[in-house]
């Protein structure tokens, strides 16, 4: 057991604990500490492999419990911190430092261990006086020392009346010794003979030294190239978390202090030097600068900012000094919140991963069964003692389910630490599984594929009213509303008009539009169905005014004052530069496209056609959202909804895959399987594509771990798998499934000019 001091402090939210965990060898080591856990009163536990990490729910404040439970199981544990992942580092380096060592001896002594049996096997010539004492002299420290990780965590295992991979390796290495010994010594029918004595007995060329000594040093190699690519996988993860600033300097009234980032409030002032990293989120008050968001959004471009913007934790000032007011701080700011939901997605374990480790609890004990009754079998059917050790030796260490054990965890580790450095976060496998399934992308119009960034470039007035009349009407009574439409309007009025009249008995009406007393005049503005609703008869020269301006592609507000229609104000909503091109790449991906719009249908329609959408669903209000896509589900399309606001939610999370653009509301992103940090449409397919090489990439290991253990055990059983060469091809395909893994290190983004971490 690793045993590390000064843990850190302890993080409880919502009565949910997160252990990191040193000592697992593999996932059945974690489902023997996930049952330790699970067997404390009122405590429920989940513990993954690949992240090292435990989550603990119900321990109402008493970490100490959990921590004495995994202990007493055999394995370290200590409190995490989220941005700290000290303990779990130097955790991982002393194991990688242990491999190491014993490794390197155990390489070092098996390559003339080798030498000898082999050679002297093949030319009893060449046999001299206590050569069979040196082979086991060899043989010692590598079935003792080097190999007693195996051998510790199997007698571990025991004690928690348990097995593990670990479990058939050690038995396979110490049968293997065993059998050696007993060879060499002759046995019962060579009564004389001992080690470096006397004439070599018979069968001495069936020596298992080499398989005992090549086995430890397979495995071990194995074990030391699995562990360090799981912790470069880790370090991809953990990249969004790194960008975190460890300290801050403050202005105070003394002075600037340079403290801990923990100790910043909102509201203090952050003077931020040129090149250092922005560690809150918060308001340029003073100073210019370029800022790199890449670190954020994955957009090389840097974005300039002035007095009154606004800036994230994370991201890097450029050449300029700048001074901030702090608004969020910690946990609260949106590089800890992403990191949080990065995180998260290694907590919830895949159906598959659950299947894979109800498989493995079973799968052990069985291959020892197996082996003992194939070893049985050969005898049975005459076979040599030395060669029906062989073989059930080669099923014991060839029917290692460890790849199995990596396949989900390692994959979706490293992709979603690939996709954070992308600007995209995937919140976890049930979104890798409905990636693989939709075929429908809906897209929400306003602050989705538009900026969301209303101007009012079209005022219509009818007989007997001014232009800047209706417009000043129409921005009084919007004053008090808080949708964007009613702040564009009255904004364009206060900049043309100045300051507006008060209103009274304002009145939102949610989907339609609004009303109120502006100067003792009753207002109404909204939608044409609002009017209708409200009685007011909308005039044929109105109407035409409205055909053009939805023709346009505008976003129309009717006004009517005290009962009569006074005129239409239209609205433009720019498409942002990159929503063409990303709709193009869906449609390429072979994803059907639909707009999801409160305009009236032609409004809609003229949107639609300058998008190339396959299809536009207009006139929606904003509680209908959800329906549209239940109605989509109920034709039996796999469903994508991709939206930014509150209004959004509902639909977000009917959806068979809900993206939220991270812009939006916080409510939009816990809706959402998929965030996108990125201010750029086509980060929706780029999110699709990555994660359905995600899901690839987990099927693809899947197949290879489970079809690995298929084809081989019946190989082995039948004599035809020496058992050195399935060590080494055990030890192998561990590393192989990590290493398919870690290509996802390399995934990239359809377009250019997209920059990572």
Sequence with gaps: MTTLTEQPAVRTMDDVVELDIAGMTCSACANTIERKLNRLDGVTASVNFATERATVIGLDGDVDRAVAAVEKAGYGAAPHTPGDDEWSRRATSDRIDSLRRRLTVSALLSVPLCDLTILLALVPAWRFPGWQLVCVLLAVPIVTWAAWPFHRATLR???????????LVSLGAVVSFVWAIVVLVGGPSAAGYWIGFGPTPPGADAIYLDVAAGMVTFQLGGRYFETRSRRRAGDVLHAISGLAARSVLLRTPEGDVEVPAGQVRPGDVVIVRPGSAIPVDGVVEAGRSSIDTSTMTGEAAPVEVE??????????????????????????????????????????????????????????????????????????AGAPVGAAIGVGIAVLIIACPCALGLATPTALMVGVGRGGQLGILVKGQDALEASGRIDTVVLDKTGTVTTGAFTVPDVRPVDGITPDELLGLAGALEQASEHAIGRAISGAAAARLGRPEAVEDFAALSGLGASGVVGGRRVLAGSRRLLVEQGVAVPAALDATVEELEAAGRTLVLVAVDGVAAGVLGLADDVKPTAREAIAQLQAMGLRTVLLTGDTARAGAAVGAML?????????????????????????RKVAMVG?????????????????????????????????????????????????KMLGTIRGNLVWAFGYNIAAIPLAASGLLNPLIAAAAMALSSVLVVTNSLRLRNFAPHQAGVDEI
């Design 307 to 380: 007095p009154g913007s606004s800036v994230s934790a994370g991201t890097v000032n450029g050449a300029g000094a700048l001074t901030l007011v702090a608004e969020r701080v910690g946990q609260r700011t949106r590089l800890a919140q992403l990191a949080a939901i990065a995180d998260e997605a290694q907590r919830r374990k895949a159906r598959v991963t659950r299947l894979v480790d109800r498989v493995t609890r079973v799968f052990i004990p069985a291959v020892i069964v197996l082996a003992v009754l194939v070893t049985l079998g050969w005898l049975l």
């Design 644 to 692: 930014d606001g509150i209004n959004d939610a509902a639909a977000l999370a009917s959806a068979d895959l809900g993206m939220a653009i991270v812009t939006g509301t916080d409510v939009a992103m816990k809706s959402a399987d998929v965030i996108l940090v990125r201010d750029d449409l086509r980060a929706v397919p780029d999110a699709v594509a990555l994660a359905r």
């Design 157 to 167: 295992n025991l004690r928690a009346r348990s097995l593990s991979m670990d479990t």
């Design 612 to 636: 190339g959408v396959d299809e536009t669903i207009a006139e929606v209000l904003p509680a209908d959202k959800a329906k549209v896509v239940a109605d989509l589900q109920a034709k039996g």
